[in-house]
């Protein structure tokens, strides 16, 4: 089993942590990706969202994620995806998809929100 770990800066408090674990057939064939990775929930109060996963490779086999904390925008969009009469789930790593295009949608926002509020400011003195 191989296992890769990091730690990403986001911010003053922030981390994203991941860790992955790569199972190997005796024939070197890759078999399943396992791991977990927090994202930041709430960047005012750095609360985290959690996510585990493990991810078979081979033909025909589930892929299973648990996650804690969740937002609720992505949680709609997955809910919707497996509602649907679409196939959008089947997708290998569709679920981080939404979940990390909410997190850096919310990054976004908060890095903005500073900046809004200079502009009032500047307004104002004008």
């Known amino acids: 089993m191989h296992f890769l770990r990091g730690r990403i800066g986001m911010g003053m408090q922030s981390l994203l942590v991941c860790a992955q674990y790569l199972s190997y057939h005796l024939s070197c064939l890759l078999l399943s990706s396992d791991g977990y990775y927090q994202l930041c929930r709430d960047y005012s109060s750095d609360a985290g969202s959690f996510v585990w996963f493990s991810q078979s490779l081979v033909l025909n086999k589930p892929t299973t994620y648990v996650i ?50 200079f502009l009032e400011d500047v307004s104002i003195l004008s």
């Open 68 to 117: 804690v904390q969740a937002v609720d925008r992505p949680k709609t969009l997955i809910y919707d995806c497996a509602t649907a009469s679409t196939a959008m789930l089947l997708r290998p790593f569709v679920i981080d998809a939404f979940l990390l295009d909410d997190s850096v949608q919310r990054m976004s926002d908060a890095m903005l929100q500073p900046r809004y509020q």
